[in-house]
């Protein structure tokens, strides 16, 4: 069975910091990898997503994660932390036949003036 | 192209009672996933429709029921509510055809409140 792990289920960064949010996997196929960020009162917006070929995945607002199969990470990255990106993150999985996608538990991200 | 919606955006039941939700899926998208959101249990998923066929199940009683009309539209079903049922049910779409996931893009939700 899929899982998924992110580590820290509250980080804050300074405004201009560099934002890093933590994912870990476990999939005994090769996984489908999905980011995905929720606003209060939101549904979820997908950020990126990796499904297969360039491991470094550029996605929406200045985003991007880097798939590490030896490490089975999905990090989320942004050099520079805008007020805007204040929000809960979810790291997704699922693999290439199934939309059963299983979350984690989310991180929820402040961002200081 | 519209995205995902979902109706009603919030609903509040007594305990015993039945709600009925529905999603509307990107135009051309065959296949609606639902998903339960509870600050203790987090995203859950509940069942995958393709084609008017459930696909995929997840780990929710009976009571949890949906289905998928002709035109991709499909609807979720809770009867006899329990107050444990309050949470954001999350519809989401994609073009996954008979083989292979593809991205899921998601509705805004509904708020259901068991009293």
């Known amino acids: 069975a899929q899982s998924v792990t992110q580590l820290g289920s509250h980080v804050s960064v300074s405004e201009g910091a560099l934002v890093l949010l933590r994912c870990n996997y476990s999939?005994?196929?090769?996984?489908?990898l999905f980011w995905y960020v929720q606003y209060p009162n939101q549904g979820l917006q997908l950020l990126l997503k990796?499904?297969?070929?360039?491991?470094l995945v550029k996605g929406i607002n200045g985003f991007e994660a880097e798939f590490k199969k030896s490490e089975t990470s999905f990090h989320l990255t942004k050099p520079s932390a805008h007020m805007s990106d204040a929000a809960e993150y979810f790291c997704a999985v699922s693999d290439r036949w199934d939309n059963d996608m299983r979350f984690g538990a989310g991180t929820r991200l402040t961002v200081k003036p | 192209k519209a995205g995902v919606t979902q109706t009603p955006r919030y609903l509040i039941k007594t305990r015993g009672q039945q709600v009925t939700l529905s999603c509307s899926p990107i135009s051309g998208h065959r296949s609606v996933s639902w998903y339960q959101q509870t600050p203790g249990q987090g995203l859950q998923f509940l069942f995958e429709?393709?084609?008017?066929?459930?696909?995929n199940k997840g780990n929710f009683p009976g009571r949890f029921s949906g289905r998928q009309f002709s035109n991709s539209r499909s609807e979720m079903n809770v009867s006899t509510l329990e107050l444990g049922d309050s949470a954001l049910y999350l519809c989401a779409s994609s073009g996954r055809g008979p083989l292979g996931a593809d991205t899921q893009y998601f509705g805004p939700g509904t708020r259901l409140t068991v009293l």
């Open positions: 999939s005994s196929v090769p996984p489908y």
């Open positions: 429709y393709f084609s008017e066929t459930q696909r």
């Open positions: 990796y499904t297969t070929g360039a491991t």
